[in-house]
């Protein structure tokens, strides 16, 4: 492994997000922060979702992971596109770094970011009743296994996409629905059956519920499964996108 390629590929990324901070760290806690100030006071009054859990409370979880996932997602996308329009892309598939080291390079960068902004939106949305984890380890886990996974999603459209417009269509289309649908803002529990159901074919579900089970010690679904889901998801994207970067798809040709 090219460990120095690795470690210097990661450095550029991280210091090309955390340089305009403000816009990629402060703007989507304070996006976060919003959502909770407005539908707390919406639907505080509607009573507990879990026993003993407000409505308040059980919305930063939620909206944590939903900033994380999109966050690690446009890091990984935004600097591939930028770097294949501007061309600057050749610099970097010039050194000698195998698909392993770029793919590890990126994602590992995207979930940093992922990570920073999650832990910004619970610190600044702490004041609204959430409890101390109930059990910390599941929220670790989860909050690792959704970065990855949407950073690993983020690479796949950054390679893919050959224009800002095609990237923005990925993202409305794919990634808004996914994270919006998903539970943040609500139990599954609370739909119709149809819709119940079909909650459970999208994989962001799994990471927020888990998530969530972390925090309260309750969700609805046994967190183990979640976490296969998760992993799982993860392992099919990392697997087709180490592929792609192998084959140089759109990168190198």
Do not use: C
């Not at 992922?114 to 609204?128: K, N, P, R």
């Not at 799994?206 to 799982?232: E, H, K, N, T, W």
């Amino acid at each position: 492994m090219n460990m120095q390629g690795f470690l210097t590929l990661l450095k550029k990324e991280l210091v090309r997000f955390w340089k305009v901070s403000f816009q990629t760290v402060a703007a989507p806690v304070l996006m976060a922060l919003m959502y909770q100030l407005i539908f707390s006071h919406v639907m505080s009054s509607h009573g507990d979702v879990y026993p003993g859990v407000s409505y308040t409370a059980f919305l930063i979880p939620g909206l944590a992971m939903m900033s994380m996932t999109q966050n690690a997602f446009a890091n990984g996308s935004s600097s591939l596109i930028q770097s294949k329009i501007t061309g600057n892309i050749v610099f970097i598939l010039l050194p000698p770094l195998g698909p392993g080291e770029f793919f590890a390079a990126y994602l590992l960068a995207a979930m940093i970011r992922g990570l920073v902004v999650g832990l910004g939106v619970v610190l600044v949305t702490s004041g609204f009743g959430l409890p101390a984890p109930a059990h910390p380890l599941w929220v670790a886990l989860f909050a690792m296994l959704g970065s990855a996974v949407l950073g690993t999603l983020g690479i796949i459209a950054g390679i893919w996409a050959e224009k800002f417009d095609q990237l923005a269509a990925f993202q409305n289309f794919l990634i808004m629905p996914l994270t919006f649908l998903s539970g943040v803002f609500y139990s599954i529990n609370s739909l119709p059956p149809f819709w119940r159901a079909a909650s459970h074919l999208n994989p962001v579900f799994y990471m927020i519920d888990g998530f969530r089970y972390g925090f309260f010690g309750q969700a609805d679904i046994d967190p183990a499964l979640s976490a296969a889901v998760a992993g799982g998801s993860f392992l099919l994207l990392a697997g087709f996108a180490l592929r792609l970067v192998a084959r140089g798809y759109k990168l190198r040709h």
